[in-house]
């Protein structure tokens, strides 16, 4: 029986810190036997708001590295860069044209970083939903991993292709409608300085996040410095305490245990033993994973043959969807 297809991307901006791992790739690499998989560096993603040049192609490269590191497997799943397929940006094209402008407008991530950005804001921000949809829809994804602030671009991506189907499918479905795929265990993994608010690489602090590729003392350091209470005994699930929960949660994911047992052994805890404890435990865990890329990104020869190959194989998938949506517009095609 065939595997379904899984889809799914990060962009290379910064480092890639404990949330993306924790709550995204650590899920990709343990599912990856079940499914057909696409991991995708998402570089034409990245451009949506400022960047820097001189640093974008590194930092892609960083990326690619980091998922091999991760434990991403070449015999499940094929890695490759989003901006070496050009049939990304022409999909995208064509599906501006058939997606009304209001559904846009309504996404909740387009107007919060939009009053970030302010005057600055780009056309690119406003149209990142369709750009992610054009990456779904070329590999007929059956699934795509998600957290639950990305659900809404999921729902978008159905409407555009229920809407396209009934304007040129002509009785057949031409784009295939996916699904969101939701792991709700460690799917948000809350800031070291606030723990209302998701670990996000675009958070000014550098403190707010633990980045995969942080050295032994500065993981010491950022935990040493994020946010706790005054309370002594640490529990799960206490609103009052969002940073209690979160960093218990960090410690349950990271040293393996069960939910019930950190429980237990942190039950009694003030912040003085556990944080040594948590310190520990994240540095212990990110040791193989650093190892693994530092062994990676020194062999460019390998890695570049990675992408390569990767390219390769998305490009025959992408372009028969391109073809196929565009011979449903009606588009004259090269001879």
């Known amino acids: 029986m065939t595997k379904q297809r899984v889809l799914s991307g990060v962009q290379p901006t910064g480092n890639l810190h404990l949330g993306n791992y924790l709550g995204a790739i650590r899920n990709w690499v343990e599912g990856q036997s079940q499914y057909d998989n696409f991991f995708c560096v998402v570089d034409l993603h990245a451009i949506t708001a400022p960047h820097n040049p001189k640093t974008l192609a590194a930092d892609t490269l960083n990326i690619a590295a980091l998922y091999l590191a991760c434990g991403i497997d070449l015999q499940h799943s094929t890695i490759f860069v989003q901006s070496h397929v050009s049939a990304h940006s ?32 780009g056309v690119g921000l406003l149209d990142y939903p369709v750009l992610m949809a054009a990456d779904i829809l070329l590999y007929d994804a059956d699934k795509v991993p998600v957290g639950e602030d990305q659900k809404q671009h999921i729902e978008l991506t159905r409407d555009i292709v229920d809407r396209f189907n009934h304007q040129f499918g002509q009785g057949q479905p031409v784009l295939k409608s996916p699904a969101p795929l939701i792991l709700a265990q460690g799917a948000r993994v809350m800031s070291l300085t606030d723990g209302t608010k998701k670990m996000s690489k675009s958070d000014p602090s550098d403190l707010s996040r633990i980045n995969l590729l942080d ?121």
């Open 215 to 335: 050295s032994s003392d500065v993981i010491q350091t950022k935990i040493k410095k994020c946010k706790t209470d005054p309370v002594k005994g640490l529990v799960f699930g206490d609103l009052e305490r969002p940073e209690c929960n979160n960093l218990l949660t960090l410690y349950q994911l990271m040293s393996g245990k069960s939910k019930e047992d950190v429980a237990a052994e942190c039950a009694e805890m003030g912040w003085g033993q556990f944080k040594p404890l948590l310190t520990e435990t994240a540095i212990s865990h990110l040791k193989p994973i650093q190892d693994k890329y530092h062994e990676i990104i020194n062999d460019q020869g390998y890695l570049e043959s990675v992408l390569h190959d990767g390219k390769e194989k998305a490009s025959a998938i992408a372009n028969q969807t391109l073809l196929k949506t565009k011979q449903a517009l009606g588009f004259s095609l090269p001879l």
């Open 90 to 121: 022409e999909l995208a094209w064509l599906l501006n044209c058939i997606t009304p402008l209001n559904w846009l407008q309504d996404m909740i991530q387009f107007k919060e970083k939009a009053v970030k950005q302010g005057q600055n804001v």
